[in-house]
């Protein structure tokens, strides 16, 4: 399975952006994750095959993750952003299992990555 990523770019303080992510194949659980200069990489929001959802706390109540099974696309809604927001956005994807771990790091497959700069 291939993921494709886009959506990222420049955008001032409280303002939003959208990120899509398009898979090759099918897919069970899936998510965003992200990697600020200088920091690990984090679980921003995941989502399994049912659409049940997790939020990291920084972002709750200002991003959605949703998908769409029959596009193979899954999205990020980002509102309300902040300069700490700033980060490479990563899309993950599990495709051996219907397993679903929340906050977990590991997935099968990644995309290439997004760049979202928040400017303060």
């Known amino acids: 399975v291939q993921l494709q990523a886009s959506g990222g770019g420049l955008v001032q303080a409280g303002g939003s952006l959208r990120l899509s992510c398009a898979a090759s194949g099918r897919t069970f659980s899936m998510g965003w994750l992200r990697q600020a200069p200088g920091k690990a990489r984090d679980v921003v929001a995941t989502i399994d095959w049912s659409g049940s959802t997790y939020y990291a706390e920084s972002v709750k109540g200002r991003f959605t993750i949703s998908r769409d099974n029959t596009r193979k696309t899954m999205y990020l809604q980002m509102n309300s952003l902040k300069p700490e927001d700033t980060a490479i956005y990563y899309c993950?994807?599990?495709?051996?299992?219907?397993?679903?771990?929340?906050?977990?790091?590991?997935?099968?497959?990644w995309g290439q990555g997004t760049l979202v700069t928040v400017s303060s």
């Open positions: 993950a994807a599990n495709s051996g299992s219907t397993r679903w771990y929340p906050a977990s790091l590991e997935y099968d497959h």
